[in-house]
């Protein structure tokens, strides 16, 4: 009956109201990353050669709704949205719990604001399932116990429990999921991660992770696993400043990054660098260094998709630095997307300056917008 009614909601959605708004290093093969989407035609590269720097830069973000549109909490998408896509084509919109009052409310509103793309966006949530889970929350989805729970059904219950995930929310149109958490709970006095964890040992949440980003994108769901480089040892919320982690990068090869191989060669689309600082490889966080972006994550993890920045509204980006410079940091560190900038219109100014003034080649901005680009078309999300 939910899914009927979803689906006449989306059909009608046009003629919605306005808005009113660890031990040795072990012996592994390094993944290869998948191949790029390219079809005969290469579309990616059509549609890239045709558009605008401002359009290419905007793509690269993904903004809460209200961050466009100016409106207080927005519950509808009408004019202003329509207004606001038209002037800044963000590469995609986050809904928080907030937004969310119902399940017709959610499909017209997403419905709306796909069909006012001129390039269809990533429509995403944060429904791990357990402790955060927006949609269960809000929409009337399963609800699940904290992911540490099930280390014992291991792979098996994480993919079941992800295939579940992902019908419910690609009901409503939702289709990235910011998900898997891939650390590692090492570290007991760790709450704001804790039972977000699938395990506190590395090889049981590769595998858990690994399932999981399968069952997601196997179901229609863009997967993010999250946080790179690790956020299971730290003490700290990077919600509220700096969080550290005193591994050493064979410790982390060793243990933190086992989940994060193991959802690279499962596929996954997207990996969130988290604001975490490990004084042993970088002084900033993962989220602006070019060391643990580039070097390792893309290099030496061999992952090819899209790295998306935790939102960069977080105390550890917004009390340290500006819009400005977070955005140029995490673009030049080798971030494809920024998530939730704490001012949307300084960042995307200042990454456009950046290239007008040539401290950020326009080939840079390119390489993350054809990866972004090439994931929309592979997983139907332009259509």
């Given at each position: 009956m939910l899914?009927e009614l979803?689906?006449?909601?989306?059909?009608l959605?046009?003629s919605?109201?306005?808005c009113?708004?660890?031990?040795?290093?072990?012996d592994?093969?390094?993944?290869?990353?998948?191949?790029?989407?390219?079809s005969?035609?290469?579309e990616?590269?059509?549609?890239?050669e045709a558009?605008t720097?401002?359009?290419?830069?905007?793509?690269?973000?993904?903004?809460?709704?209200?961050?466009?549109t100016?409106?207080?909490?927005?519950?509808?998408?009408?004019?202003a949205?329509?207004?606001?896509?038209?002037k800044?084509?963000?590469?995609?919109?986050?809904?928080?719990?907030?937004?969310?009052?119902?399940?017709?409310?959610?499909a017209?509103?997403?419905?709306?604001?796909?069909?006012?793309?001129?390039?269809?966006?990533f429509?995403?949530?944060?429904?791990?399932?357990?402790?955060v889970?927006?949609?269960a929350?809000?929409l009337?989805?399963?609800?699940?116990e904290?992911?540490?729970r099930?280390r014992?059904?291991?792979?098996?219950?994480?993919?079941?429990?992800?295939?579940?995930i992902?019908?419910d929310?690609?009901?409503?149109?939702?289709?990235l999921?910011?998900?898997?958490?891939?650390d590692?709970?090492?570290?007991p006095e760790?709450t704001?991660?804790?039972e977000r964890?699938f395990?506190?040992?590395p090889?049981?949440a590769?595998?858990?992770v690994g399932?999981a980003?399968?069952?997601?994108?196997?179901?229609g769901?863009c997967?993010a696993?999250k946080?790179?480089?690790?956020?299971g040892?730290?003490?700290?919320?990077s919600?509220?400043?700096?969080?550290?982690s005193?591994?050493?990068?064979?410790?982390?090869r060793?243990?933190e990054?086992?989940p994060?191989?193991a959802?690279?060669?499962?596929?996954t689309?997207?990996?969130?660098?988290?604001h975490?600082?490990?004084?042993?490889?970088d002084?900033?966080?993962?989220s602006?260094?070019?060391?643990?972006?580039?070097?390792i994550?893309?290099?030496?993890?061999?992952?090819?998709?899209?790295?998306i920045?935790d939102?960069?509204e977080?105390?550890?980006?917004?009390d340290?630095?500006?819009?400005?410079?977070?955005?140029?940091l995490?673009?030049?560190?080798?971030?494809?997307?920024?998530?939730?900038?704490?001012?949307?219109?300084?960042?995307?100014?200042?990454?456009?300056?950046?290239v007008?003034s040539?401290g950020?080649?326009?080939e840079?901005i390119?390489e993350?917008?054809r990866?972004?680009?090439?994931?929309?078309?592979?997983?139907?999300?332009i259509?």
């Amino acid at each position: 009956m939910l899914c009927e009614l979803v689906i006449k909601l989306a059909a009608l959605a046009a003629s919605a109201s306005v808005c009113a708004s660890c031990a040795a290093v072990p012996d592994r093969e390094i993944p290869v990353p998948d191949e790029p989407y390219i079809s005969e035609t290469d579309e990616a590269g059509e549609m890239l050669e045709a558009m605008t720097l401002h359009e290419k830069i905007c793509q690269m973000f993904i903004v809460r709704p209200e961050s466009i549109t100016g409106v207080d909490t927005a519950v509808q998408a009408g004019e202003a949205t329509k207004a606001a896509l038209e002037k800044y084509p963000v590469g995609g919109i986050i809904y928080g719990a907030d937004n969310l009052t119902g399940a017709e409310q959610a499909a017209a509103m997403i419905a709306n604001t796909v069909s006012y793309s001129k390039i269809q966006p990533f429509i995403s949530v944060d429904e791990e399932g357990g402790l955060v889970a927006r949609a269960a929350q809000k929409l009337g989805t399963t609800k699940f116990e904290p992911m540490y729970r099930y280390r014992d059904g291991g792979a098996a219950k994480a993919s079941e429990i992800y295939e579940t995930i992902a019908g419910d929310i690609k009901q409503f149109g939702f289709n990235l999921d910011y998900a898997p958490v891939a650390d590692v709970w090492t570290n007991p006095e760790n709450t704001v991660i804790g039972e977000r964890a699938f395990s506190d040992d590395p090889d049981e949440a590769a595998a858990m992770v690994g399932a999981a980003v399968a069952a997601l994108q196997d179901n229609g769901v863009c997967a993010a696993v999250k946080h790179f480089p690790g956020h299971g040892n730290t003490q700290g919320d990077s919600h509220e400043g700096f969080v550290y982690s005193d591994r050493t990068l064979d410790e982390l090869r060793a243990c933190e990054f086992l989940p994060f191989k193991a959802g690279i060669d499962a596929g996954t689309d997207f990996v969130m660098a988290g604001h975490i600082i490990i004084p042993d490889i970088d002084s900033a966080p993962a989220s602006l260094s070019h060391t643990l972006i580039t070097d390792i994550l893309k290099g030496e993890l061999g992952f090819g998709g899209i790295v998306i920045t935790d939102g960069m509204e977080m105390g550890a980006i917004a009390d340290n630095y500006s819009s400005a410079d977070a955005a140029v940091l995490a673009v030049k560190a080798g971030c494809d997307m920024i998530l939730e900038p704490a001012d949307f219109y300084e960042a995307a100014d200042a990454l456009t300056a950046a290239v007008e003034s040539g401290g950020i080649g326009e080939e840079r901005i390119d390489e993350s917008v054809r990866k972004i680009l090439e994931c929309k078309l592979r997983r139907g999300i332009i259509n």
